[in-house]
């Protein structure tokens, strides 16, 4: 029995795992467990503690204030943005990163961008939209893992995906989710002649409304619901990082099968994404994808169990990382949160992280990568 055996029987989070694999996709055989199911996450016994902070800075206040009559700010970017949009519930959608499945198409509409390996050490994206009205394409739309249900949760998103590995039902179980693979599909979801499947599933606004009134999901925050994961400053810009170390290059440590990196573009003020040696552009608006914030969290992980190359990847512990905005870069550590409450992020000196508001990339950095990071 190995460590991650023993963290979920202590857990009680998964429910016995049968020898199907992912749905729509080619199927691992894993060996069956005597786990039973359970509603908690694969949380440690032990919670790493939150650094001490000392004078905790200032949410960015949701109230209206002048010439933004109708408008709050966003829980996800911190920009004023339309009242409706923002106490709507966002939609996190799973995105296809291989070679074939780019260029994506709608991804410069997402607000945050997560980035983490799935098994083969390809990474997989998923997008936090919350403006995402007037799209009729978005994706193409790939499959669940269980690390991306809570980062969804976090946000007290609606979460889709076409498929699903095992170890994600227990999470999918609990969470608002519209699964191609389920007798949802057809409604959210359609396919293009273009690609070959399962690089080809596409959602919609038009999809996505339409799925979430047939599964008769909250739309709403809920009345206390108060912000997000991030912490954001009042303006743009504000965050200079004046004493962090140059940063207009970087490459966030993955292994090179995607070749990503960022480069930071003084006259925008942001930083443009590639890989597979070329822009990450959005097929939608044939332009590069541009980022204000790019947060570097390592993690530690293991495989589910040695006949799987599934990945476990510890959202639960602790861990540091980099902050990066405004061509410069400062070191930071992370605290996660228990079950679904958020990710917490914080300065060299143990204050919550202020971040710029913006759209954000969070890349998810195996611990043992770290050594690999570039910033320069």
Request: hydrophobic content about 35%; overall charge negative.
């Amino acid at each position: 029995m190995n460590r991650l055996q023993k963290t979920l029987m202590i857990a009680a989070a998964v429910c016995c795992l049968g020898l199907a694999g992912c749905g729509g996709e080619t199927s691992s055989t894993v060996a069956e467990t005597n786990v039973s199911a359970g509603t908690e996450a694969p949380v440690q016994t032990t919670q790493a503690a939150a650094p001490e902070t000392t004078a905790a800075p200032e949410t960015t206040a949701p109230a209206e204030e002048a010439g933004h009559e109708g408008e709050k700010r966003s829980y996800l970017t911190g920009l004023w943005t339309d009242e409706e949009k923002v106490d709507r519930r966002p939609i996190a959608v799973m995105l296809n990163n291989i070679k074939k499945a780019t260029p994506q198409t709608g991804i410069s509409r997402a607000a945050i961008i997560y980035e983490a390996p799935v098994e083969g050490m390809i990474t997989r994206l998923m997008g936090i939209f919350e403006d995402y009205d007037d799209l009729d394409k978005i994706g193409s739309v790939r499959s669940a893992r269980t690390y991306y249900v809570f980062w969804a949760n976090q946000w007290d998103c609606i979460y889709a995906h076409f498929g699903q590995c095992d170890y994600a039902n227990p999470y999918l179980d609990q969470t608002d989710n519209l699964n191609g693979v389920k007798g949802i599909g057809t409604t959210v979801y359609y396919r293009t002649t273009d690609r070959k499947a399962p690089h080809n599933a596409y959602t919609s606004a038009e999809g996505l409304e339409a799925g979430i009134e047939k599964m008769g999901y909250r739309t709403q925050h809920e009345a206390d619901y108060d912000r997000g994961v991030f912490l954001f400053a009042d303006e743009p810009g504000a965050i200079t990082l004046e004493n962090g170390q140059d940063a207009t290059y970087v490459y966030p440590g993955y292994r090179r099968t995607n070749e990503i990196y960022f480069e930071y573009d003084e006259a925008t003020q942001k930083y443009l994404r590639f890989q597979y040696g070329d822009k990450q552009i959005d097929d939608m608006t044939g332009e590069q994808l541009a980022v204000d914030n790019i947060i570097i969290q390592y993690n530690s992980w293991e495989y589910y169990y040695e006949t799987t190359s599934y990945l476990f990847i510890n959202l639960w512990t602790s861990g540091e990382g980099w902050y990066i905005t405004q061509g410069k870069a400062i070191p930071i550590t992370w605290v996660g949160g228990v079950e679904y409450e958020p990710t917490k992020y914080y300065d060299a000196d143990g204050n919550e992280l202020v971040i710029n508001p913006g759209q954000t990339w969070v890349c998810t950095v195996l611990e043992e990568n770290a050594k690999d990071t570039v910033i320069e």
